[in-house]
C-alpha cells in the first residue's frame, strides 16, 4: 500500500517510536472487536496484547479504518470505538473504506500487514491467519492474507494459520508464493488452538536475530515473512477435542450456506459455544503470546 495522498495517521508515540528508531509492533483490530471475540474479551485482548508490547520495550500500533482514513496507533477513545466495530477490512477495502469515509472498520491481517508496511513497521502480530479454505478446489477461497504476507516486507506473527483451514494447502501456497516460514523454537506448523497439526514447519528458528537475518536476506524485496509461535502448552486444547468440534462447525456452516469472509467468524462462534467457552482463553493466551515473541523480535529488529 502507498501513502501518496498523505491520509494515513499514525499515534504520537508511534510515530515518536518510528522517528527515534524504536521498536513498533503492528497489531490487528479484527480480534479486538466482536468480529473476533465477544465483550469483554476483546477489549481483555487488547489490553494484554498491548502491554505484551510494551513488556518487552516495544511500542503497539492497533490498525484500522476512523472516519475514512487509515490509522496505525490508536488513543483510548478511538480504541473504543473498534471494540465495537461490526464491519471487517481486508486489504482489498482499504480504497472503497477511505474512499466512501466508513466510520469503523475493523482490520484484517492482510489489511494490517499493508498499513503496517505504509507506515514503516516491519513486525506484526496477530492470532491466526488465514489461508487456503477446505474445498477450495471447488470454491477457490484462499485468504487475502496469504497474498498479503508474501507482498509486503513485514515479519507476520502467528499461532500458524487457523485450525478450520486447509493446512497442507496454506502450507503449498506459502512456498509457492516464495514466504519464509519459520517455527519458533518448535518443528511443527501450529494450528491455533493446538500445537501441532502434524505437518513439520520448513524452518526451525531458535531466538529473534534469526528471524531478523531471514527478513533482511531475503531475495524479494516484497516479500515477507512468517514466524509461526505454539499456543503455550498449559493453554492448549486437546486435538481430540478441538478436532470433533471444528468438524461440526464446518459442517453446520456448510448447511447454513456460509461462504467467504463470513466463514471465519462463524466457525469461531460455534467454537467458542461447543467448548463452553474454553476456546476464548486459549485465544488470549496465544494472542498475548504472539505479541511478546512479535515485541522481542521488533526491538532486535531495531538494534540491527
Not at 522517528?19 to 485482548?45: H, M
Not at 466510520?103 to 492470532?127: C, K, P, R
Not at 453446520?252 to 466463514?263: C, D, E, I, L
Amino acid at each position: 500500500m502507498t501513502d501518496t495522498a498523505g491520509r494515513l495517521v499514525r499515534s504520537d508515540d508511534v510515530a515518536q517510536a518510528l522517528a527515534e528508531g524504536r521498536a513498533v509492533v503492528a497489531l490487528e483490530s479484527t480480534i479486538f472487536s466482536n468480529l473476533g471475540l465477544p465483550a469483554p474479551a476483546n477489549a481483555e485482548a487488547l489490553e494484554i496484547c498491548k502491554q505484551a508490547v510494551l513488556d518487552q520495550g516495544g511500542t503497539p500500533a492497533v490498525t484500522a479504518i476512523l472516519d475514512g482514513r487509515p490509522y496505525v496507533g490508536l488513543s483510548p477513545d478511538e480504541e473504543k470505538r473498534v471494540l465495537q466495530g461490526t464491519r471487517k477490512v481486508a486489504e482489498r477495502d482499504l480504497a472503497v473504506a477511505q474512499a466512501q469515509g466508513w466510520d469503523v472498520g475493523v482490520t484484517t491481517v492482510s489489511a494490517s500487514v499493508a498499513l503496517a508496511h505504509a507506515a514503516g513497521i516491519s513486525v506484526f502480530a496477530t492470532g491466526g491467519i488465514g489461508g487456503v479454505h477446505r474445498g477450495s478446489e471447488l470454491t477457490g477461497d484462499i485468504s487475502a492474507d496469504l497474498d498479503a504476507i508474501a507482498n509486503h516486507p513485514v515479519i507476520t506473527v502467528s499461532a500458524g494459520a487457523k485450525a478450520f483451514l486447509d493446512l497442507p494447502r496454506t502450507l503449498e501456497y506459502l512456498e509457492t508464493a516464495g514466504v519464509p516460514v519459520l517455527g519458533w523454537q518448535h518443528d511443527w506448523f501450529p494450528a491455533f488452538y493446538t500445537r501441532s497439526s502434524g505437518l513439520p514447519v520448513p524452518h526451525r528458528v531458535e531466538d529473534e536475530r534469526l528471524v531478523c537475518d531471514v527478513l533482511r536476506f531475503r531475495t524479494r524485496p516484497t516479500t515477507g515473512v512468517l514466524l509461526t509461535v505454539p499456543i503455550p502448552v498449559e493453554d492448549e486444547i486437546p486435538e481430540s477435542r478441538i478436532n470433533a468440534v471444528l468438524a461440526a462447525a464446518l459442517d453446520a456452516s456448510a448447511r447454513a450456506g456460509v461462504t467467504g469472509p463470513a466463514v471465519t467468524p462463524y466457525v469461531l462462534e460455534r467454537i467458542e459455544k461447543e467448548t463452553d467457552g474454553q476456546s476464548i482463553p486459549a485465544n488470549l493466551a496465544l494472542a498475548r503470546n504472539n505479541a511478546e515473541i512479535a515485541a522481542r523480535v521488533a526491538v532486535a529488529l531495531a538494534a540491527a
